[in-house]
T-cell receptor, first 118, second 111 residues
Framework: GAVVSQHPSRVICKSGTSVKIECRSL??????MFWYRQFPKQSLMLMAT?????????EQGVEKDKFLINHASLTLSTLTVTSAHPEDSSFYIC??????????????FGPGTRLLVL | GESVGLHLPTLSVQEGDNSIINCAYS??????FIWYKQESGKGPQFIID?????DKRQGQRVTVLLNKTVKHLSLQIAATQPGDSAVYFC??????????FGKGTRLSVIA
């Protein structure tokens, strides 16, 4: 149980285009989802937290107009990188938890999406 | 969130030996702890968890020890295998707050 999937697993795009990454909780309802990014040999950095049906809460320094997050259902959240630039190239990882059940504070992570902007 | 470091502490272990990865925490009110394993190019994977009413919990080849007095957590891996090579993170989720990751420890298994 507690499987989180991401799509696509990797994407290459041209500078200036937008890229959408999907995150799904496959066998549980995710009341809260999180988006992280990770640069090579560094730890995960939290970008934003989203609750189903609410606006996402962004961490300091993360541009909300550049990284659009939609959490429209209890099993799906999307991250759209708008007008991507080479410096946006990174490993994006989503995480989900079911906060409504006992022990639901555990976060489960997706396999990550490797974004390369040319 | 808290800052994360660029340099991951490393641990090299001979295949077949036991590995011990340590973690310190600062919040004495923390009551739930999780160890994650992240292999190269993958997302973090849940390994084992422990609540503060316990001081030891065992899984398959892994044991987590919790010392609340000194706010220290350790992950022990028995008979370390090449597939155990990864970065290991300890984390303590607090209610509705998201996990913020520290540096982690990179475990390298020498064949």
């Amino acid at each position: 149980g507690a499987v989180v999937s991401q799509h696509p697993s990797r994407v290459i795009c041209k500078s200036g285009t937008s890229v959408k990454i999907e995150c799904r909780s496959l066998d549980f309802q995710a009341t809260t989802m999180f988006w992280y990014r990770q640069f090579p040999k560094q730890s995960l950095m939290l970008m934003a937290t989203s609750n189903e049906g609410s606006k996402a809460t962004y961490e300091q320094g993360v541009e909300k107009d550049k990284f659009l997050i939609n959490h429209a259902s209890l099993t799906l959240s999307t991250l759209t990188v708008t007008s991507a630039h080479p410096e946006d190239s990174s490993f994006y990882i989503c995480s989900a938890r079911d906060g409504d059940r006992e022990g639901g504070e555990t976060q489960y992570f997706g396999p990550g999406t490797r974004l390369l902007v040319l | 969130g808290e800052s994360v470091g660029l340099h991951l502490p490393t641990l090299s272990v001979q295949e077949g030996d036991n590995s011990i990865i340590n973690c310190a925490y600062s919040n004495s009110a923390s009551d739930y702890f999780i160890w994650y394993k992240q292999e190269s190019g993958k997302g973090p994977q849940f390994i084992i968890d422990i609540r503060s009413n316990m001081d030891k919990r065992q899984g398959q080849r892994v044991t987590v020890l919790l010392n609340k007095t000194v706010k220290h957590l350790s992950l022990q891996i028995a008979a370390t295998q090449p597939g155990d090579s990864a970065v290991y993170f300890c984390a303590s989720p607090g209610g509705n707050t998201p996990l913020v990751f520290g540096k982690g420890t990179r475990l390298s298994v020498i064949a």
